[in-house]
């Protein structure tokens, strides 16, 4: 079978991969004609070209691909006709080719409104990998842009605009509100506030009249008499089908364009085929990947011998633009008359959530979320299979009040046909079977067996609840196992190498595991036989099992050098001191910022600079602050009673003395402390791991808080108790969650899956209610009497110190390809390429 | 190790088997040029590829941690833990970045050597 696939774009390439897995019996000639110079790439991630990505980082295929699977393919080979009687096509290189079945996957171009003046330089459309390459060139000396289309793809033009390094960018809409077709008013409200916040300067309902400049562009003049300065514009106006090649040979075309097709796919010619964006069918453009996808499948399964027919798709979409969650699903506009509406606006987060329920308040059909999108797998899916909703369905988007179980009905609830991956097709029922007859028992095993999760990745956290909801239900125990080379958890890890009494990486993955390990149970053993014993990190055997950065007792930084911190306990430091880190920053030429912690860190280290670095600063008293190392950063403190005039103790003698206690502890996650000397709270201890507060009485003890991310206040676990109590809580509270909290775990996160929660680690810390205070509290003391600077351990081995150059076979030079800019009188790193 | 030694390569002395970590990685200078060489003890095995990751231009491979996946040996970078292949070069990671090049390396009489193709030309610049 002969068959000749016009265009290789994304929907062009999914044609060939999946005429490839049918079980087509004849022997199958594909013969594929791009007019581009690459093979297909992903186009709806055009814009991270601008981000670092390269040409071939989005390629879905390399030109080996085709041939590899007897694939003739013609690149920069426009089709010129197509010859319906003979069955041939002719290209521009020459090429007659035969076909049986034709398809065209021509794609759609951009549309250019005849505005005056689109032919001036600095005048782009957003399509293809060329057009990125002019903009690229372009935008060098450009400093003022703007967009044409607030649509959903003029939006991301706005984002490279913005990647790009163009100081101001404009997007022009003609219609009164942002992205149309998807959002309604108040959610285009809510995202044009969101993207103004981020330097991008919106206008609606207004209409380009002129574009004007000499040759090159210079501003845009607009129908209600204003003007804007740009130098250079971005047009995205919408997409108009490829279908010249067809409208040539006769094929039915659409009034307003598009190739009409049937729910076969076929044209009015049944030998050809049409697919993805140059298709009409039923009168609508589907300019999306997804449905493009199924077209494919429709067009291959058909030439395969078997049935299915395209019957419309769900336009459901959720996208990041420039960091914003936009989404739409179901109807998202239907009228009051049809249904209720539930909206949730939040202006000082800038959400904008809204339902759409049937009169009887058993359906949802449709609804939009803008700046937070978590909801919308489950939302969609719930559309989609007319799941019952909640007896109050404002929960849907609220999230449930007052308890702790999930809103809506969850995973459980959905049918077996439940679509989950819309790219790949792939429906509840074969992801689950993947699992029970399939034995795929990870995510990236459910990935492998049935492509779902593989293309946008909007489906990958429904996929990973299915799984486990599917392995419950099946009697199997969930575990948390590390990686495949450990098939514990990590607390059942930490408990087998104490109890085995291993020291070294190599012992534990030889006795507890296999393989050969990875970069995430190396760092994990490395950070419990730390937790355990305490010997210096780097000790033969166990130094490359560490973090990169623990194996350099440093944080690799942009461009490869190190950043260095020493520890400078409760954020107290003599003048002397200031002035050894000052002259040292001088000496070896590095950036010098006051971190949040209150300690000073020095940037743009060299591998090879740093032994000498940290040989000067202990000699002048300092050691290692452990910035590194997933373990106690800092004691943050205020200034306390000795010279704050509300202060009700002395926090700062208290700061140094819980610093210089818990110093280099290896935990599962970075701890970080404070203690304020009065309920004002200047040093913010209700963030942090473990903070304390004085009170008349003596000190409350909060623990579990958090900054970062996802903020949560510490709760209290004692009050008004003494300085000697108060350690022996911290003890306690430390080894517990040293020994049981999985890797990369912050203390807030485990107190939150901890079951009990704040009551039950109150119970074992303060009450002892599992009789291992004592322990707790002797193998702490252990752990601080072995405590050593590694930084002083380095400098003092010629051998250690020797792993600290960049050339192994140069050990004198430094890395040359280290760059820094100069910035505010000092240095920076230099950009990532 | 996979390359296969049809092509011809010239020999370069990196340094002693003993100037490389157990399990982990180094850097070698090669003209103007970096490779990453690793010495994979737990498999008795030499491995060397270009040291700069692909995914933002860091000259960083070498100090990236070494282990396996299914059995193939890999190498992760220290800077946003891309898996490369060992073997091969190529990307394990699920968003691709791009490959690393790879190169024949043989131990003899306690020395490391790294085989750069052809003779005189670098060829990755």
């Not at chain 1, 739409?328 to 239907?334: A, L, N, Y």
């Not at chain 1, 309920?679 to 909060?702: H, M, P, V």
């Not at chain 1, 912050?746 to 899956?753: D, E, I, M, Y």
Request: aromatic fraction near 8%; hydrophobic fraction near 40%.
């Amino acid at each position: 079978m002969k068959i000749v696939i016009i265009g290789n774009g994304m929907v062009g390439y999914k044609l060939c991969e999946k005429l490839l897995a049918k079980p087509i019996a004849a022997p199958l000639h594909i013969t594929v004609f791009g007019e581009e110079v690459r093979p297909a790439y992903d186009r709806v991630h055009l814009s991270a070209f601008f981000d670092g990505k390269t040409a071939d980082d989005l390629s879905l295929a390399p030109a080996s691909w085709y041939a590899d699977n007897g694939i003739a393919l013609h690149l920069s080979d426009p089709v010129l006709s197509i010859d319906r009687a003979a069955k041939t096509v002719s290209s521009h290189a020459g090429h007659t080719i035969p076909y049986d079945y034709l398809v065209l996957a021509t794609g759609s171009a951009a549309f250019v409104p005849p505005i005056p003046g689109v032919e001036k330089e600095g005048v782009f459309i957003y399509r293809t990998i060329e057009d990125l390459e002019l903009m690229q060139a372009h935008a060098r000396k450009a400093k003022k842009g703007a967009v044409i289309g607030g649509g959903l793809l003029g939006l991301e033009a706005a984002k490279a605009l913005l990647d790009l390094g163009l100081g101001t960018t404009h997007v022009v809409e003609f219609a009164p509100r942002l992205m149309p077709r998807q959002i309604d008013e108040a959610g285009s409200r809510m995202l044009q506030g969101k993207l103004e916040e981020l330097g991008i300067q919106i206008h609606t309902s207004k209409n380009t009249a002129a574009i004007v400049g000499e040759d090159t562009i210079t501003g845009m003049d607009f129908t209600d008499g204003s003007h804007l300065e740009v130098d250079m514009l971005v047009i995205s106006a919408g997409i108009k089908p490829r279908d010249e090649l067809a409208r040539h040979c006769g094929l039915e075309v659409g009034p307003r364009g598009g190739i009409v097709v049937n729910n076969s796919l076929q044209t009015s010619d049944p030998s050809i085929f049409a697919i993805g964006e140059c298709a009409l069918h039923e009168g609508m453009i589907y300019g999306l990947v997804a449905p493009g996808y199924e077209m494919a499948d429709v067009v291959a399964t058909h030439l395969s011998g078997a049935a299915k027919s395209f019957t419309g798709f769900d336009m459901s979409t959720k996208l990041k633009l420039i960091g914003v969650d936009v989404a739409s699903f179901g109807d998202p506009f239907i009228g009051p008359n049809e249904a209720r509406t539930i909206v949730l606006e939040d202006t000082s987060k800038g959400i904008y959530k809204r339902i759409n329920i049937s009169n009887d308040g058993k359906k949802l059909l449709g609804g939009i979320l803008v700046g937070d999108a978590e909801a919308y797998n489950m939302l969609l899916q719930t559309a989609k299979n007319g799941l019952a909703l909640p007896p109050n369905p404002e929960d849907l988007i609220l999230g449930a009040r007052g308890g702790s179980e999930e809103a809506g009905a969850g995973v459980a609830a959905l049918p077996e046909d439940a679509l989950i991956c819309s790219c790949e097709g792939i429906t509840k029922g074969q992801i689950c079977s993947s699992v029970t007859d399939g034995g795929c028992e990870s995510v990236d095993a459910i990935k492998k067996c049935t492509k779902a999760g593989t293309g946008c990745g909007g489906c990958v956290p429904m996929i990973k609840d299915l799984m486990v909801h599917t392995m419950k239900s099946q009697g199997k125990y969930v575990r948390n196992v590390i990686c495949e080379h450990f098939e514990f958890s990590r607390q059942e890890l930490l408990n087998l190498v104490k109890v085995k009494n291993l020291t070294t990486y190599n012992e534990v993955l030889d006795t507890l595991g296999k393989g050969d390990g990875c970069e995430i149970c190396k760092p994990l053993v490395a950070s419990i036989l730390a937790s355990l014993w305490n010997e210096v990190i780097l000790k033969k055997g166990n130094d490359t099992a560490q973090d990169s950065n623990d194996r350099f007792l440093a944080n690799i930084q942009k461009g490869g050098t190190y950043s260095v911190v020493p520890r400078i306990p409760g954020g107290e430091i003599t003048p002397e001191k200031l002035i050894v880190i000052g002259q040292v920053a001088q000496k070896y030429n590095l950036y010098t910022k006051i971190t949040g912690g209150q300690r000073i860190d020095m940037f743009g280290a060299h591998l090879n600079d740093l032994p000498a670095i940290w040989e000067e600063l202990i000699a002048a008293g300092f050691e290692s602050g452990h910035a590194y190392g997933k373990s106690l950063r800092t004691v943050k403190s205020c200034v306390g009673s000795t010279w704050c005039r509300f202060g009700l103790h002395d926090s700062v003698s208290f700061a140094i003395r819980i610093e210089e206690r818990y110093r280099g502890l290896r935990a599962p996650h970075k701890l970080k402390s404070a203690v304020s000397g009065c309920i004002r709270e200047c040093a913010e201890a209700q963030s942090k791991d473990f903070g304390i507060i004085a009170t008349e009485k003596g000190w409350n003890l909060y623990v579990c808080g958090n900054g970062g991310s996802k903020p949560q206040h510490a709760l209290l676990l004692a009050a008004d108790i003494d300085s000697e109590t108060c350690i022996r809580y911290i003890d306690r509270f430390l080894m517990l969650y040293i020994k049981t909290a999985d890797p990369l775990t912050r203390t807030a996160t485990w107190l939150n899956k901890l079951e009990g929660g704040i009551d039950y680690l109150r119970n074992v810390v303060v009450n002892d209610s599992l009789g291992l205070a004592e322990q707790f509290e002797q193998e702490m003391q252990e752990l601080v009497d072995a405590y050593e600077c590694e930084w002083k351990a380095v400098v003092e081995s010629p051998e250690l110190r020797k792993r600290f150059s960049h050339f192994v076979n140069a050990p004198e030079e430094k890395d040359p390809t280290v760059q820094f800019e100069s910035m505010r009188d000092q240095k920076k790193a230099a950009d990532w390429k | 190790m996979s390359a296969t030694l049809t092509e011809s390569y010239t020999w370069f002395a990196a340094c002693s088997t003993t100037d490389v970590p157990e399990n982990g990685g180094v850097c070698v200078k090669y003209k103007n040029d970096q490779i990453a060489l690793f010495n994979f003890t737990r498999r008795g095995e030499w491995y060397a590829t270009q040291n700069m990751c692909p995914h933002r231009m860091q000259m960083a491979i070498s100090r990236g941690m070494i282990g396996s996946i299914e059995g193939e040996p890999k190498v992760a970078c220290p800077f946003h833990k891309k898996n490369f292949s060992l073997v091969d070069g190529r990307c394990l990671s699920d968003d691709s970045c791009g490959d690393l090049k790879t190169y024949p390396v043989k131990v003899e009489g306690g020395r490391v050597f790294i085989g750069i193709p052809g003779a005189e030309e670098d060829t990755w610049a």
